[in-house]
C-alpha cells in the first residue's frame, strides 16, 4: 500500500513538485488541502496519512502555516500525526518544533540527500 501525504497551503507548481519527488522517491500519493479547514475536512474522510507537509505561508489565502500545525496538533484525533513545516527559514523551523513538528525543510532543499533521508523516515 501506498504510504500518503497531505500537503498543506503549497502553491500548483511546489505541490506538483513536491508530489512528483515523494511519488519518484518514496512510491507516495500527495493529496493537497489549501488550508486547514480543507484539510481537516480530508482527515476526517480519508483518515490519518503518512505525514502532512505544511507550507509557512498559505497560498490560497496568505494564511500562517505555524497556525495549521498548532491545530493539527491540538486535536486529539490528529495530534499523533507526523507533521513537517515546509519553509527556508530556520526560525520558523524552531517555531514548528516548538509545536510539535517534525523537522522539516525548504522547497529548495527537497532533493537534497539530507531532505529526502528525513522524509524517508516517514514514507520510506
Avoid at 497531505?6 to 500527495?30: E, M, W
Avoid at 493539527?72 to 513538528?101: D, H, R
Wanted: proline share 5%.
Amino acid at each position: 500500500m501506498s504510504k500518503r501525504v497531505l500537503s498543506i497551503g503549497q502553491c500548483g507548481f511546489d505541490h506538483g513538485s513536491i508530489s512528483s519527488t515523494l511519488q519518484k522517491q518514496f512510491g507516495a500519493v500527495t493529496a493537497a488541502a489549501d488550508d486547514y479547514d480543507e484539510a481537516a475536512q480530508w482527515l476526517k474522510i480519508q483518515g490519518l496519512p503518512d505525514l502532512v507537509l505544511v507550507n509557512r505561508k498559505l497560498d490560497a489565502d496568505g494564511g500562517d502555516g505555524l497556525a495549521v500545525i498548532r491545530a493539527i496538533k491540538a486535536e486529539p484525533t490528529t495530534a499523533a500525526v507526523p507533521v513537517m513545516l515546509v519553509s527556508n527559514y530556520p526560525e520558523y523551523q524552531t517555531q514548528a518544533a516548538t509545536l510539535g513538528a517534525v523537522p522539516g525543510f525548504g522547497k529548495a532543499e527537497l532533493n537534497r540527500p539530507e531532505t529526502l533521508e528525513k522524509l524517508k523516515g516517514y514514507l520510506g
